[in-house]
Structure formats: structure tokens, C-alpha cells
């Protein structure tokens, strides 16, 4: 693809709606506005000015391929996403979680609520183990004027012969029989399957979003209040409530990458990323440390880039203590 300044994504740029009246929103916002990668981002029709981080990112480690599965954490207002959708297309999956409401862009599914919560990481993860939720659809219309819409696999199949779509119909049910089988007969990618394995990259950007103060009258998703910098100015309280988010994701990172998965998180710099960096390292085979040029120089913010994941690593040796 020629890049995302051809996505078909027109986003007209909006000020933060909390905190307009401090001064420090104000100084913030127009800062935003003479900044030259929020310039950018309004002119390739991007959420935000995020997305040249992840474009970063993913020009030196090649993270995205065609056709993967990703998932983006907190990801309002939905940069990161765009970047995901572009680069992975065709035949990708991408869904984004957010506590945030937001219009997700074109080509992503979205989940609104609390990540941290355990029955919102279960909904994602029952998402991921359906193949077909999340996959593009194509719309037609039968010979009876009802429309339809169908995924490619799905439309593949409604081409087959009467043979070939009794075995379809099976698949299903062999697949559901896969754990019941001795792993001995199971492949890799059918055990990981079955054990709930299905993203190929995690992202995650979240921070701890500011309580709405303005905007409650607003109804529509398309102009949603959303967070603008989620840092609270007192360097600790940001650096332990990132440590909290990174852990998590990375928990659920575990849970759901496949072997050869790669892991994105933001974190701000403090005592505690050390430790953070050695969970890293037991489960993935590089992890590199990266402040992007479009990364403000005053901000404290930095991510982590995790490559790889390992085969076979105990959740006790990435999560064990002290």
C-alpha cells in the first residue's frame, strides 16, 4: 500500500473537551496545533499525532505483516489502529479496548470498557478465539433482494460443491475437539489455538484517562470526549500507574500471543522498569527500549518493544517475585 495518506479516513481535528478552562490545557492545546507531527496527522486525516510513535516503531522492527490479528489497548482516540489496519491489510483482524468511547476507524472492532476488569479481558479473548469475528465483510444481495454479508472465507465457501461444504460444515466441530485430542497429536499451532493463543501483536498505549469535567451534553461518537495527555505532572504517580497498565497488558499479552509474537507498551520512565524490563526478557527473545522522534523530548514517556515470544515459558518464571 502506498501509506496511510491514503486511507480513506476523514477526521476533522478536535480540541480535547476537559479541562478547557486551565491554563494548562489551553498551553497544551495550542501547542498541539503548531506542532509539526499534529500538522501532519490532521493533513493525512490520522486520529492523532500517536500514530507517527507506532509508524516509528514499526519502520525499524517490522512488527506488522499482512493478514495478523492484533490487539490495541487503549485505543482511543484510534491512531495506533489506523496504523495496525494499514499495514496488516488485507485479510487482518484488529480490535481495539478502550474505557474511553470513541469512533473506532474504519476496519476496526472495538470494545468500550475498563481493560483492567476480568470480564472485559475475557470478552476480548472469547473475540480472538472466533477466527471470523472481525473479519471484513462483503456485501451482496440474493436473487430475493436480502442482503447479506459474508467474510471471504465464508464467501469462499458458499462456491463450494455439496462435498466440499459437508467438510466445511465439520470444521467447526473437529475444532472444537482439538484440546480433547493427546497433545501428542496435536500441532504447535493447534495447541496454542486451543489455548486461547490467537494475536500475533499486542499494543498497548493506555494511560489512566482524566475524569470528564465538560462535554457530558455530547451525543455523538464521532465527537467524543477523549483524554489528550493523561499524565497528572507528578513524575511517580505517572510512572506507577504506567507500571500498573504495562503488567497487565503484559499479563494478557501472555495469555494470548503466539509463539513469534511481538508486545508494544508505553511506560513512563521511573525506578520500576527495571523489573518490567526483566518479565520482558523471560518471555520474549529481544526487547529493546525506544523513544520515537515524535515523542515529545520533555516527556517522560518511552515504550517498550518486546519481539518474539517465546516457546514454552511458565507464566510463574515472567511473573515470579523479587
Not at 86 to 101: F, L, M, S, Y
Not at 179 to 195: D, L, N, V
Not at 213 to 240: C, E, I, Q, V
Not at 244 to 251: I, K, V
Request: net charge positive; aromatic share 8%; charged share 30%.
Amino acid at each position: 500500500m502506498a501509506g496511510l495518506h491514503v486511507l480513506q479516513v476523514q477526521v476533522a481535528y478536535r480540541h480535547g473537551l476537559v479541562r478547557n478552562s486551565s491554563s494548562s490545557s489551553k498551553r497544551w492545546q495550542t501547542r498541539a496545533g503548531n506542532d509539526q507531527f499534529s500538522k501532519e496527522a490532521r493533513v493525512r486525516g490520522l486520529k492523532s499525532r500517536a500514530a507517527f510513535k507506532l509508524l516509528e516503531i514499526n519502520e525499524k522492527y517490522k512488527l506488522f505483516k499482512a493478514g495478523q490479528t492484533v490487539v490495541d489497548l487503549g485505543y482511543a482516540p484510534g491512531s495506533w489502529s489506523q496504523v495496525a489496519v494499514d499495514r496488516t491489510a488485507p485479510g487482518a483482524r484488529v480490535i481495539g479496548i478502550d474505557i474511553i468511547p470513541a469512533q473506532p476507524p474504519k476496519g476496526v472492532s472495538t470494545i468500550q470498557g475498563n481493560f483492567l476488569s476480568p470480564s472485559v479481558q475475557e470478552e476480548v479473548k472469547r473475540f480472538l478465539r472466533d477466527p471470523f469475528r472481525g473479519q471484513p465483510r462483503k456485501h451482496f444481495y440474493t436473487d430475493d433482494g436480502e442482503e447479506q454479508a459474508l467474510t471471504a472465507e465464508e464467501l469462499e465457501g458458499s462456491s463450494m460443491d455439496y462435498l466440499e461444504l459437508e467438510r466445511s460444515a465439520d470444521h467447526d466441530e473437529q475444532n472444537t475437539k482439538i484440546s480433547e485430542q493427546p497433545k501428542g497429536r496435536q500441532t504447535k499451532k493447534q495447541m496454542e489455538e486451543a489455548e486461547g493463543k490467537m494475536a500475533d501483536v499486542v499494543l498497548s498505549d493506555m494511560s489512566a484517562p482524566w475524569e470528564q469535567t465538560a462535554g457530558f451534553w455530547k451525543k455523538s461518537l464521532s465527537d467524543p470526549y477523549h483524554r489528550m495527555m493523561n499524565t497528572s505532572g507528578m513524575n511517580f504517580r505517572d510512572h506507577a500507574g504506567s507500571m500498573d497498565l504495562c503488567n497487565a497488558a503484559l499479563s494478557f499479552g501472555f495469555d494470548t500471543l503466539r509463539t513469534g509474537g511481538h508486545f508494544v507498551c508505553k511506560f513512563y520512565q521511573g525506578a520500576e522498569e527495571k523489573a518490567l524490563e526483566t518479565r520482558l526478557k523471560a518471555l520474549f527473545g529481544k526487547v529493546n527500549r525506544e523513544k520515537p522522534e515524535s515523542s515529545r523530548s520533555e516527556s517522560k514517556e518511552a515504550f517498550f518493544v518486546a519481539l518474539r515470544r517465546k516457546a514454552d515459558v511458565k507464566r510463574e518464571d515472567v511473573f515470579k517475585e523479587g
